[in-house]
């Protein structure tokens, strides 16, 4: 109970939010230990600690993966090392993960999965759900922090330097190439934490990569990160429950012209029911 009261307080402190991890990182000679040092101080039990010097342990294979030349059998190793990483950060955290829908995927083909965002968790939560292979369009921060930023570059990852107009059209036309090239993609619509009920409107613009290049767009929502570690918080509280959920694809042919023009709100009600559905469901098991 005590966790749980520490964790609350984070709600009620505006200036602990998303932006204090970019303080910390673009502030720092060497992001790693910035923001272990300061999770050393915050969290007593030492779970985001570990968590950090466990993702800086994977450097240990980049050699192998720097000798092996770019094609499938590099993507399938920097693809094992994430999910691999992204399974044992929840396991290090106690994280009661539930996955639904995934074998509704297809292996072979190409998807963009529109996402919710909750938590600095998601990243890790959704790499241990994730059966194929796809890269995040991350925030360009990530580009700062070594060892994790080389996997997320060698995965395909897309960097966006938001609020620069130049170079988001540029991260939008890397997206097309990307998908063209039947490079599955993950995107956070929202473009950033949101702490709120519902969902956040959708940033335009990343959706209509799919809809250009007729990519499957698969709404994967996320629910229960918010309680492992909330926006601005170096706190893990352990034992927390998570459900991914995979939901049905949204095929852009089979759209409307009205409808493929206005993708955002489709896929944000559809993801917007799902993400209500798992709210609903977890307040009330906390309430049987």
Known sequence: ????????????????????????????????????????REDHKLLLPRMIFLSMRTARQIPGAVMMKAGKGRDAVVYRVLRSWGKRI????????????????DHNATYLFAVNHMSPMDIPAIYAALPVKAAF???????????????????????????NPELEMQAFKDMLKRLKKKRSLILFPEGYIF????????????????????????PLCIYGTQHVIRAGSLHIVPRSRVVIEFGDPVLPSSLDRASRKDIERVVHDRLAAMKARHASDWYGSRHR
């Open 1 to 40: 109970m005590e966790d749980r009261e520490h964790d609350n307080s984070w709600m009620n402190d505006p200036a602990r939010n998303e932006n204090r991890y970019a303080q910390l990182i673009e502030g720092s000679l060497f992001p790693p230990w910035t923001l272990f040092r300061e999770s050393f």
């Open 90 to 105: 929840c396991r290090l955290g106690q994280v009661r993960l539930s996955v639904l829908g995934a074998e509704k995927l």
């Open 137 to 163: 369009v991350a925030n360009s921060i990530f580009r700062k922090i070594p060892v994790f930023s080389y996997w997320m570059r060698k995965s395909g990852a897309v960097f966006v330097e938001q609020g």
């Open 195 to 218: 702490q709120g009920e519902g969902l956040a409107d959708f940033k335009r613009g990343g959706l209509h990569a799919a809809v250009l290049t007729d990519t499957p767009i698969i």
